[in-house]
């Protein structure tokens, strides 16, 4: 499998529960490697672009306001299969369907606060790193 990058985004719920280090163990213990980190507060405008494909969705509103509602963690994972592998520790998007000893099934609390973001393609992950990071902020092989 080759190694690839994806956009790994800590969401407010979590930074606020104080699992960052958490979350970055599970990264680290699955073979993936931070290459490029920042802890962010979204402005109304960077949430509403990051989601810009769901806009037409009824939870957009929703999910913007919890986007914004606190600083977010934004990093840069490395590794092989690095998409498929961050979703897997991630789990589903709702935390009620969300595997046992997954990250959502762990620390997330409902569909809206659901502790994470990974980026969901090999493709979009290029653009959501590029949404959030200069590639002289990249520190990869
Ligand atoms: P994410 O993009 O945040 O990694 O999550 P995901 O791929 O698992 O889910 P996606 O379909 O991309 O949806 C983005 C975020 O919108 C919220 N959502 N709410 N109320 C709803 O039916 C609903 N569906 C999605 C979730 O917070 C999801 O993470
Ligand atoms: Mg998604």
């Known amino acids: 499998m080759a190694v690839e990058r994806t956009l790994s985004i800590v969401k407010p ?18 073979g993936l490697k931070i290459v490029a980190a920042k802890l962010k507060q979204l402005s109304r405008a960077e949430a509403e672009g ?3 494909v769901h806009k037409e969705r009824p939870f957009f509103n929703a999910l913007v306001d919890f986007m914004v509602s606190g ?6 994972l490395e ?5 498929a592998k961050n979703r897997e520790l991630m789990g589903a998007t709702d935390p009620k369907k969300a595997d046992k000893g997954t990250i959502r099934a762990d620390f997330a609390d409902s ?5 994470v973001h ?3 393609s090999a493709e979009n992950a290029a ?3 590029a949404y959030f990071f200069a590639s002289s902020e990249v520190y990869g092989r």
């Open 111 to 115: 569909i809206d606060a659901n502790a």
């Open 13 to 30: 719920d979590a930074v606020a529960k104080n699992v960052i280090g958490q979350i970055y163990t599970r990264f680290e213990a699955a």
């Open 71 to 76: 600083p977010v963690m934004i990093q840069v």
């Open 50 to 52: 990051f989601y810009a």
């Open 127 to 129: 653009i959501e790193i």
């Open 118 to 120: 990974g980026s969901d």
């Open 79 to 83: 590794g092989e299969g690095a998409v």
